[in-house]
């Protein structure tokens, strides 16, 4: 095992939702700032092997890595705190682990022993966990327990930490995030939920190094006392997170209550005394004090679930930043873009963006709001099925293929424009099938992505089935689409935009899984810019008319 790695175990308890993978984030931040290499990775307690064939309303957005790993969406948490890419190995579910174990036990491996929780599954499990700082790639690996202590489904993983602590002595570490609730008709916080989910956790054999506190009011020196002495850890260890403005603010927080220091202290490290954080600082600052407000509309499906498009909504506020300005996002169901409402909706929008997604429901509505932002020379981003609603838009009503649409919608369309590939057709599993991960893709000079993207070949990371179909490239581009985004490989078609439209863009990859604090996504920070471009206009077009 390795010789210098330290492994750090975020657990949660008394409720879900606490927050573990911003602070798992917020402290591989800190460290980071530090100078030190660190990784995150999500261990996840449900049965799917990950969460590509879930409904986005179960588990929210289902997040793509470059190397084509459908994973939890808290992975993108990860990469846009840290700057860097993860990984398949930065997600484990236990219908990960258990399919590892059963293809080893059909193959023969275990040699007729009886195959057991412990040690196959547990042993599978430390495997996963050590495969990330293996070779001492990192100074650090931050291992996020999803679910909450006391889940049946989280056992395995528990008992697998429990077990870690022992192996590798003197390297592991363990932080509990918890809850400190305020209760309003007595006027206190109550520790006791709190002492309660470290007394099931003893109950498994884990004593935590740390507590992280949930909380609504400041915690005072004697509640921090108090919840010292009844968890059995030291008072500096007892550490309130506060609820804050944005996620953003988090790691600041946490360094304003010594996190970071006191992991340093328990773990050895050897980091620096001063932290690398000029920049989040300065997009803190930009966040906080917008010097204009853009109003951005949504269409989706899924909107009632705002994770569903959690990707999306954090490149906004990061290009928000960067154009410093405070993006407002109106999250639009597309079944609500019909007839007046769509006027009533949108004409007050300086940029709209249709969401990706599947299936017939509601795709006719994404398809009005880019009619919408198209007549009405709206700043416009398509995303996957986003784009291809602009493409049967664009067939429909300016080509004149009135029954144009996408096979995935209907099998019979005379114009299928969206096809599906031909490698997806034969495929029978839905799992883990789709084009999936970073793929190139070559940029036409001349074009708005050139001048955005600044560089002829760019990788962006996909997740879909169906393509534009190259048998009516020639229709589009006489009617003033240009296909600025090709992959050569595959001669498949990436992006469309429209020339004679301020900014018009669609895109069949994801931008959004790109885009990092410190580092926007440029099509964000473009489309961004083209909004307030918009805003502008409308206001000095208004001012003309109403002198």
């Known amino acids: 095992m390795s010789s210098k790695t330290k492994y750090i175990f975020v657990t949660g308890g008394v409720t879900s939702s606490l927050g573990k993978g911003i602070i798992s984030a917020s402290l591989a931040k800190l460290l980071q700032a530090r100078g030190l290499s660190v990784t995150i990775q999500k261990l996840d307690p449900y049965i799917n092997v990950d969460p590509g064939t879930l409904n986005p309303y179960e588990h929210g957005e289902c997040y793509v890595t470059d190397d084509g790993a459908e994973t939890d969406l808290d992975l993108g948490h990860y990469e846009r705190f840290l700057n860097v890419n993860t990984s ?3 997600n484990v579910t236990t219908g990960k682990i258990y399919q590892s174990v059963i293809n080893r036990e059909r193959r023969g491996d275990y ?11 547990t042993n599978e499990i430390k495997d996963h966990i050590i495969q990330l700082g293996k070779d001492d ?3 650090v690996v931050i291992t996020e327990i999803g679910g909450t202590v006391g889940d049946i489904e989280s056992l395995p993983f528990i008992e697998s930490i429990r077990q870690l602590k022992w192996d590798l002595p003197g390297k ?3 932080v509990h995030l918890t809850l400190i609730p305020y209760l309003s008709t007595s006027g206190e916080l109550k520790t006791k939920p709190t002492q309660h989910s470290v007394k099931t956790l003893l109950e498994y054999g884990i004593q935590p190094d740390i507590l992280v506190c949930r909380t609504e009011y400041h915690l005072d020196s004697d509640l921090r006392k108090k919840i010292a002495l009844f968890c059995n850890v030291e008072q500096k260890c007892v550490i309130e997170s506060i609820d804050a403005k944005t996620i953003y603010e988090v790691p600041l927080l946490m360094k304003e209550e010594k996190l970071d220091e006191v992991v340093c202290e328990k773990l050895s490290l050897l980091g620096k005394n001063h932290y690398e954080l000029k920049k989040w600082e300065k997009f803190l600052n930009h966040l906080s004090e917008p010097e204009r407000i853009t109003e951005i509309a949504l269409i989706g499906k ?4 705002k994770d569903s498009y959690i990707s999306i909504a954090e490149s906004l506020i990061h290009a928000g930043a960067e154009n410093k300005t405070r993006v407002n996002i109106h999250w639009i169901h ?3 873009m019909e007839g007046e409402n769509i006027k009533n909706q949108l004409s007050k929008m300086d940029g709209i963006i249709v969401a990706p997604g599947f299936g017939s429901r509601a795709v006719e509505g994404k398809i009005s709001a880019v009619k919408f932002a198209r007549e009405n020379q709206v700043p416009f981003l ?3 099925l986003g784009m291809q609603c602009a493409v049967i838009e664009f067939a429909r009503n300016v080509i004149g293929f009135k029954e144009a649409h996408s096979t995935e919608i209907n099998s019979d369309t005379s114009y299928p424009v969206i096809s599906m590939m031909e490698e997806q057709k034969e495929l029978k599993n839905l799992g883990g099938t789709m084009r999936l ?3 190139d893709c070559h940029v036409e000079k001349d074009s708005l992505l050139h001048k955005i993207y600044e560089n002829d070949v760019i990788s962006e990371r996909h997740r879909h089935r169906y393509e534009f179909n190259n048998k009516y490239m020639k229709d589009f581009e006489e009617n003033g689409v240009v296909f600025s985004g090709k992959n050569k490989a595959n001669n498949l078609m990436e992006t469309i935009e429209i020339p004679d439209h301020p900014w018009f863009i669609g895109v069949q990859y994801h931008p959004e899984y790109k885009s990092r604090v410190v580092n926007p996504h440029p099509l964000f920070i473009s489309f961004i810019k083209a909004a307030l471009t918009h805003q502008t206009n409308a206001v000095d077009s208004l001012s003309t008319v109403n002198p």
């Open 172 to 174: 592991v570490l363990f």
């Open 437 to 439: 991960g970073a793929y």
């Open 111 to 121: 040699l007729g022993k009886t195959v057991q929780v412990i040690p196959h599954i």
């Open 302 to 305: 899924y909107v009632e679930l």
């Open 88 to 90: 398949q190995d930065n």
């Open 382 to 384: 398509g995303i996957c």
């Open 137 to 139: 790639s990192y100074d």
């Open 334 to 336: 597309s079944s609500e």
